[in-house]
């Protein structure tokens, strides 16, 4: 069936590297993406989102990068910080009919930032 | 983004008893969505609850084992009843909000072990 998933699970860095963390996507329709970050014990927290009419959209220290021809999502983050490790997710939205949608969450990245 | 608590914030629980947990949420919201996090896990929507109307579930999730309530626009009930040790898990309620359609924040979330 189609799915959110992400190449890899785990993700290790230097303090002040740049990372990168991908997502694959199976559902060509879906036209909305979103990034969470999720500390150990806290709920996800928003980062950032992309529409599928952008193929690049950035935040603060933060990027995301849609191929939709690949259909392939990244988070790319600017010289990471201790408090940037955390689990991160990309999730997918899919309409249902109407205005009735659903979040489908990827597997999640752990990512850990050495000092 | 809107300020989310949830209470109780974790509890242990024996086999066969019942927990009720509350989102609150600190401005009116037009959505309110249940999830669960099983340890080390992605996220799996249970339910949205709809103001004035019964929850709409997803595949795999009963009213019977899981009932919800949302009696207005800034609180929800999850009850997770006649409890087993495969329900041992984070819930998360999440909110949409009017001004951001199709973003949901997320509650610190509950994490519950059943004994």
């Known amino acids: 069936g189609e799915s959110v998933g992400l190449h890899l699970p785990t993700l290790s860095v230097q303090e002040g590297d740049n990372s990168i963390i991908n997502c694959a996507y199976s559902n060509s329709a879906s036209d909305y993406f979103i990034w969470y970050k999720q500390e150990s014990g806290k709920g996800p927290q928003f980062i950032i989102d992309i529409r599928s009419n952008m193929d690049k959209r950035q935040g603060q220290r933060v990027t995301v990068l849609l191929n939709k021809t690949v259909k392939h999502l990244s988070l790319q983050i600017a010289a990471t910080q201790p408090g940037d490790s955390a689990v991160y997710f990309c999730?997918?939205?899919?309409?249902?009919?109407?205005?009735?949608?659903?979040?489908?969450f990827g597997k999640g990245t752990l990512l850990t930032v050495n000092p | 983004s809107a300020v989310i608590s949830q209470k109780p914030s974790r509890d242990i629980c024996q086999r066969g008893t019942s927990l009720t947990i509350q989102c609150q949420v600190d401005s009116q919201v037009t959505m309110m969505f249940w999830y669960r996090q099983q340890p080390g896990q992605s996220l799996t929507l249970i339910a949205t609850a709809n103001q004035g109307s019964e929850a709409t579930y997803e595949s795999g999730f009963v009213i019977d084992k899981f009932p919800i309530s949302r009696p207005n626009l800034t609180f929800s009930t999850l009850t997770v009843s006649n409890m087993s040790p495969e329900d041992s898990s984070i819930y998360l309620c999440?909110?949409?909000?009017?001004?951001?359609?199709?973003?949901?924040?997320f509650g610190p979330g509950t994490r519950l072990l059943v004994l």
């Open positions: 999730a997918e939205v899919r309409y249902s009919g109407g205005s009735n949608y659903k979040l489908t």
């Open positions: 999440s909110v949409e909000r009017l001004a951001d359609q199709e973003t949901q924040y």
